[in-house]
């Protein structure tokens, strides 16, 4: 990682946005010899989720998701961008916490080790101010990464310059556990199936288990929980990957034992012969292990009632809560009518747009999506033609999705919808045929371990394609 020559002709980019893509987008600028400016408001305004003016803080789970290259998408785009020489990625392989078959962080940790390298390299210069209008004309090439917490004043420049009104969902945050404060007598360490992952050992999560009286007592409370009021924003839609855990429960009583609280592949330690009802897990938050989230209980709750409803939970009677859940506002652009396929605006060539104010959704799709807007600025600054990566790619499946894809609308046919995507294989175009074929002596060959050697076959295949490109690159 280290930095190139400081002796640069070129102008420099402007990259507006000192987030997870927004930092890596001025990572790669600047490791090809660019300059950047890298303007970033937090330090002179903050945000409603944010707490520090550290860059790439994570406000949501510290979580990257799966770290599986072989048959996870997660995971295969978390290799790509190693392979890319990823900033993001770099530093959360530093500062990893046991998380079972997911690369998890320290959230400080990372943050501050990210705002070390982008401020340590002699291309990147941070300039702490917000920008309330689109990039002025001499800045001829820029990127907005701004993310889902875009600011009112450069979110309506940003509209009224696309004719496109742009589109918003409700994120949600969730509560942070002080280890000390939870009853161990009633939880006990395990990962789901026991499954090791980086940095792990297999006993990455603290489970508590309720049984059928506790959790039907428990989805009682959620659904008559004080929740927030939308207010003005009434109707926007919530997106499904990051449900509140009260929404869920509305949707059905046994929705949550079939999503963050089911009770599979766990034991619980106390009682091996019981097997629980359901099963919440908190996954570590932090390097020193004092503090834990809760996976999957994202909330809408007011601060009050999610105290109450939580301490419900067995073993945490006691829960003494670092950080609350909270709720915030996410906003999007329609990418595929705005943006052409180097994320450039169509109807301002040299201006891009990365992360999740694309449409994309998580913390490292948004990172890759930074990272492809600042390796196709860079190239456009040299005068070369930016290359596209192949959409047998993660990367390149996640940015066609961005560029082109789309559903059609049963309310409306004929018309486009656009909705916020994480990486997964129905992204990536389908094998070759007769590339699936049943391994020499397996009798029964259908199900799902057909789809595991598809995905392995489609993770092999993407990795090998993402190898080519960068070194065509």
Known sequence: MEPPMTNSTFSPIHIIGGGLAGSEAAWQVAQSGVPVMLHEMRGVRGTDAHKTDGLAELVCSNSFRSDDATSNAVGVIHAEMRLAGSLIMACADRHQVPAGGALA??????????????????LITVVREEVTALPPEDWDLAIIATGPLTSPALAEA?????GKDALAFFDAIAPIVHTDSIN?????????????????????????????AQYNAFIDALIAG??????????TPYFDGCLPIEVMAERGRETLRHGPMKPMGLTNAHNPTVKPYAVVQLRQDNALGTLYNMVGFQTKLRYGAQAEIFRMIPGLENAEFARLGGLHRNTYIHSPTLLDQSLQLKARPGLRFAGQITGCEGYVESASIGLLAGRFAAAQRKGETPSIPPATTALGSLLNHITGGHIVSDEEPGKRSFQPMNINFGLFPELEPGSIVKPEGVKRFRGKDKT??????????????CKTWLGAA
């Not at 940003?158 to 696309?162: F, G, M, S, Y």
């Not at 004080?226 to 109707?235: C, N, P, S, T």
Request: with cysteine.
């Open 105 to 122: 962080v320290d959230r400080d940790g990372f943050s501050e080790a990210v705002t070390a390298e982008i401020q340590r390299h002699p």
């Open 158 to 162: 940003i509209r009224e310059r696309t």
């Open 184 to 212: 161990m007598d009633i939880c006990w360490y395990q990962s789901r199936y026991d499954k090791v992952g980086p940095g792990g050992t297999g006993k990455d999560y603290i489970n508590c288990p309720l049984d059928e």
């Open 452 to 465: 595991i050697m598809k995905r392995q076959l489609i993770a092999a295949r993407a990795l090998e394609h």
């Open 226 to 235: 004080d929740a927030v009021g939308f207010k003005e924003w009434e109707g």
